[in-house]
């Protein structure tokens, strides 16, 4: 009987059959596997407050945060204007201290003229006699001057109308009717007026109706809000 002889290229073919086995078992052989990871830890959000408090003729501050409904900022505060007589090229006018007294600065203070309308008396003096053509919100010449001061006595800026000087000269183009969107409030080098946190600013609200003739006034009722705002 011959004897079948055992080569190496024999047993390098075995090799390459167990190797294949060992892949083919699955479990008998290993792989090297390699991770890395970090973990950012402790992420918050924690957001600040900012809260507008008015102050209208040094009477009954209301607040922002007061409003329990929506939190939009729409508490209803004091009169500003309260049966003032209107008289042709006389002004009328009110003063408002504003405080910021929330966490976060203001980076703009804005205004607008709500619902403005002009309509009878009649109401209210039991008369409906009236003279000439009705005026209109836009005959009610508007300015917000602000002062330095708590006193509201010495003049600052022109925060809306036309600056002269740092002082409002009063003119057509800036009235009840124009203000009835958002209108931003200036101070020195016409910048947007801010309000930082704990801060104050003054302001006295004018208002001088410009008509054809005082009798146009008579029994007139002039209705409007006036509402504040600040954004951070």
Same mark, same amino acid.
């Given at each position: 009987?011959?004897?079948?002889?055992?080569?190496?290229?024999?047993?390098?073919?075995?090799?390459?059959? =167990?190797?294949?086995?060992? &892949?083919?078992?699955?479990?008998?052989?290993?792989?090297?596997?390699?991770?890395?990871?970090?973990?950012?830890?402790?992420? #918050?959000?924690? %957001?600040?407050?900012?809260?507008?408090?008015?102050? /209208?003729?040094?009477?009954?501050?209301?607040? @922002?945060?007061? !409003?329990?409904?929506?939190?939009?900022?729409?508490?209803?505060?004091?009169?500003?204007?309260? %049966?003032?007589?209107?008289? %042709?090229? =006389?002004?009328?006018?009110?003063?408002?201290?504003?405080? %910021?007294?929330?966490?976060?600065?203001?980076?703009?203070?804005?205004?607008?003229?709500?619902?403005?309308?002009?309509?009878?008396?009649?109401?209210? #003096?039991?008369?409906?006699?009236?003279?000439?053509?009705? /005026?209109?919100?836009?005959?009610?010449?508007?300015? &917000? *001057?602000?002062?330095?001061?708590?006193?509201?006595?010495?003049?600052?800026?022109?925060?809306?109308?036309?600056?002269?000087?740092?002082?409002? @000269?009063? !003119?057509?183009?800036?009235?009840?009717?124009?203000?009835?969107?958002? *209108?931003?409030?200036?101070?020195?080098?016409?910048?947007?007026?801010?309000?930082?946190?704990?801060? !104050?600013?003054?302001? &006295?609200?004018?208002?001088?109706?410009? &008509?054809?003739? !005082?009798? @146009?006034? *008579?029994?007139?009722?002039?209705?409007?809000?006036?509402?504040?705002?600040?954004? @951070?």
């Amino acid at each position: 009987m011959s004897k079948k002889r055992f080569t190496s290229k024999t047993y390098l073919k075995v090799l390459i059959v =167990v190797g294949l086995l060992a &892949v083919i078992g699955g479990g008998a052989g290993t792989f090297a596997s390699f991770n890395a990871e970090v973990t950012n830890s402790g992420n #918050t959000f924690a %957001n600040g407050t900012l809260f507008l408090h008015a102050t /209208p003729n040094g009477g009954t501050t209301c607040t @922002s945060e007061s !409003d329990t409904i929506n939190n939009a900022g729409s508490d209803t505060c004091t009169l500003l204007f309260s %049966n003032a007589a209107l008289a %042709n090229g =006389v002004a009328s006018t009110a003063t408002l201290k504003l405080h %910021n007294s929330g966490t976060l600065n203001a980076t703009d203070i804005t205004f607008k003229v709500a619902s403005c309308s002009v309509t009878n008396n009649s109401g209210s #003096t039991g008369s409906s006699v009236v003279f000439g053509t009705a /005026p209109t919100c836009t005959n009610l010449r508007l300015a &917000v *001057q602000e002062t330095s001061d708590s006193l509201f006595a010495t003049n600052a800026y022109c925060a809306y109308g036309t600056d002269a000087a740092g002082v409002c @000269s009063i !003119d057509l183009g800036h009235n009840l009717a124009t203000a009835a969107s958002f *209108q931003t409030l200036k101070t020195t080098g016409a910048i947007n007026a801010t309000l930082a946190t704990g801060a !104050d600013r003054y302001y &006295v609200i004018e208002i001088d109706p410009s &008509v054809a003739s !005082d009798n @146009s006034l *008579q029994n007139r009722l002039v209705t409007f809000g006036l509402t504040w705002h600040i954004d @951070s």
